[in-house]
């Protein structure tokens, strides 16, 4: 992703300079590009840009929601796999502390734009439900994909090593991750998997802090936010964002509102597809929390092994491979993720968690 800027000429011979981002595909030797083609992420940002986000804010705008809702789009060329996007820095959006994560109002302010986000989804299918088709549209844990299969079993293990060496969590959880471990994509697929009585939707697919930007009043203060980065953009349940943004992204004393927060964004959610004139049928807010907490699995591959790379600030080699493979590198930039305090707390505090749901165990 590259910042240009452009000087222009004007009709009236006045120059102007302009700045835009341009996004282009990554290269083709490294071993991340074989999963990203894959998923075909490349592909379906630009067709996000093109023409389902567009589609999306004309919905939000005919109904009067006047808040910004994407970077527009310049140039979406397929030719060469790149998107010009108008840059969000003029506009004074920028991202939250990535390490000091996310406040009370930061969250409830990217829940109300993910709402948005969710409800304008879900008018879009109803007025062209082959658009959103499941099968084009794959997320990290989709069934029948296998690229990330190495990814997730290589930072669990990590995960595993770091369990094995703190001696209050050894005896507890260390046999109960190895046991989890093979089955942990296809429980992780299951956590997506969506039926008739489901709420269903497009949603971001990888809302975390770095995957949003914030406009801030005098005071420091957020008064809008923007998401970006749609390469993981998928359907199923509107839930899905929910556990990543709770497992990424919140500050510790937000964490422990979760159930306070799915019901904010139920309402959130509720109270826009009534200003959409939505119809059909809404589950009720116990029926929307029991969503929510059949899908915890995600918490187990997101809390314990993302989590702690998207807070990192050592001094290993943060590269792709190293995030998963077993080479001395690779190995050192793992275990250094886990000498964050805020990290092992969050560890410390999670585990007993999901291991009282029974999601450490085999089933």
């Given at each position: ?125 109803q007025r062209e439900p082959h658009l959103l088709s499941q099968k084009s549209l794959p997320y990290f844990f989709t069934p029948g994909k296998k690229g990330y299969k190495d ?213």
């Amino acid at each position: 992703m590259t910042r240009i800027c452009v000087d222009f000429e004007q009709n009236d011979g006045s120059v102007q300079r302009k700045s835009f981002i341009m996004k282009k595909i990554c290269g083709t030797d490294g071993p991340e590009a074989d999963i990203f083609l894959e998923y075909d992420v490349y592909n379906k940002e630009m067709d996000m840009y093109d023409i389902v986000l567009p589609k999306m804010a004309d919905i939000l705008k005919s109904a009067g929601f006047t808040e910004k809702f994407m970077a527009e789009a310049i140039v979406v060329d397929r030719e060469r796999t790149t998107i010009i996007l108008e840059d969000l820095a003029p506009l004074h959006f920028s991202n939250a502390d990535r390490l000091n994560q996310l406040d009370i109002h930061h969250t409830k302010l990217v829940l109300d734009m993910l709402a948005r986000f969710h409800a304008a989804a879900i008018i879009l299918n109803q007025r062209e439900p082959h658009l959103l088709s499941q099968k084009s549209l794959p997320y990290f844990f989709t069934p029948g994909k296998k690229g990330y299969k190495d990814f997730f079993d290589g930072i669990f293990k990590s995960f595993i090593r770091y369990v094995k060496r703190t001696p209050d969590l050894n005896s507890l959880y260390s046999a109960k991750l190895e046991k989890l471990r093979p089955h942990l994509l296809k429980y992780a697929a299951q956590s997506i998997e969506v039926g008739e009585k489901d709420l269903q939707t497009l949603v971001h697919g990888d809302c975390w802090t770095t995957n949003v930007m914030f406009q801030f009043d005098d005071k420091g203060n957020p008064t809008s936010v923007l998401p970006i980065d749609f390469q993981f953009s998928s359907w199923t349940s509107p839930v899905v964002d929910l556990h990543y943004l709770f497992s990424t992204s919140l500050q510790p004393p937000v964490e422990e509102q979760e159930a306070e927060l799915v019901q904010y964004h139920y309402y959130a959610l509720k109270k826009t597809l009534e200003a959409l004139s939505y119809k059909d049928k809404f589950p009720s807010l116990f029926e929307y929390q029991l969503q929510f907490e059949l899908r915890r699995f995600i918490s187990v591959i997101v809390a314990t092994s993302f989590q702690p790379f998207m807070v990192y600030e050592g001094s290993e080699n943060p590269t792709f491979p190293n995030l998963y493979q077993d080479t001395p590198e690779g190995i050192r930039f793992q275990d250094s993720t886990y000498e964050n305090v805020a990290v092992q707390k969050r560890i410390a505090k999670l585990l007993p968690l999901l291991d009282s749901k029974g999601l450490l165990e085999p089933h």
